[in-house]
């Protein structure tokens, strides 16, 4: 396995599933010292147990947050990173799925997923902006998804809030290119993990299957693990990914060619 986050430290919000607990584990054994966040206690001792196996539990740290907190975050991150003694990488993968028929979208569930998804991850990522930009080579990933340029119906809040979260990242990007940072947005698709899994229960229940028809990978048999967007989180984050900044990386097997 690469080494490439020997002394160099990471914060991952969503830490405790999915894409961000695979993201944790992924820079753990490639040397970083991380701290995980996550609204799931249960979620992140799993993680944790995780990280005993592979034998890098001594560099992880995780703490509770929910990311759509103004107050919890700007408490918490300052926390987190006093630990970490600096912050060299942020990665932004908390998010949230809820779907409906647009027509029938409460504005409660609708300001909930941008609550979460797009304001989580401005929360997050102005608290930690002063250390990563004090490194001089801080890098921000953040997380969209094909969503955000490709149809998926029943899902037009999360899709707004992941558009919103591009446009934002292009934003940061470029403020802060003189400064050192980078930002850069992955695109996952087609991906196996706690949201995909659950999406039949988050979605009303005479929703038309046949419009989500196209979201089939075209290489491989089937959806890939969340493995498969960490190994791209982990070279965009380290010095591989240095000249790649204010742009998205779709991760989906083809499926959205």
């Known amino acids: 396995m690469l080494e490439r986050f020997t002394d160099r430290t990471v914060l991952v919000t969503g830490g405790s599933s999915g894409i961000g607990q695979a993201t944790v584990l992924r820079l753990l054994t490639e040397g970083a010292t991380v701290v995980a966040a996550d609204v799931s ?46 912050l060299d990488v942020l990665v932004n993968a908390a998010g949230m799925l809820r779907g409906a028929h647009t027509h029938d979208c409460s504005l409660e569930l609708w300001n909930r997923v941008i609550a ?21 080579r801080g890098v921000i990933v953040n997380f969209s998804s094909t969503s955000a340029s490709f149809a998926h119906p029943f899902m037009a809040a999360y899709s ?77 984050a380290s010095d591989d990914g240095a000249f790649v900044t204010g742009t998205e990386i779709r991760v989906d097997g083809g499926t959205h060619q």
């Open 116 to 136: 979460v998804n797009l304001t989580g991850t401005f929360l997050v990522t102005r608290a930690a902006l002063p250390a990563l930009l004090a490194t001089g």
């Open 160 to 236: 707004a809030s992941k558009g919103g979260i591009e446009a934002f990242t292009h934003s940061i990007a470029q403020e802060y290119s003189k400064q050192g940072l980078r930002a850069v947005n992955v695109a996952p698709g087609s991906i196996s993990s706690g949201i995909t899994n659950s999406f039949g229960d988050l979605v009303p229940a005479d929703i038309d299957w046949s419009l989500l028809g196209k979201l089939s990978p075209a290489i491989g048999h089937g959806f890939a693990g969340p493995e498969a967007v960490a190994g791209v989180v982990a070279m965009l």
């Open 41 to 86: 206690t249960s979620g992140l001792a799993e993680t944790t147990e995780r990280a005993v196996t592979d034998g890098t539990a001594d560099r992880l740290t995780t703490t509770t947050l929910d990311i759509s907190d103004e107050n919890a975050v700007d408490m918490v991150v300052p926390r987190a990173i006093d630990r970490l003694g600096k």
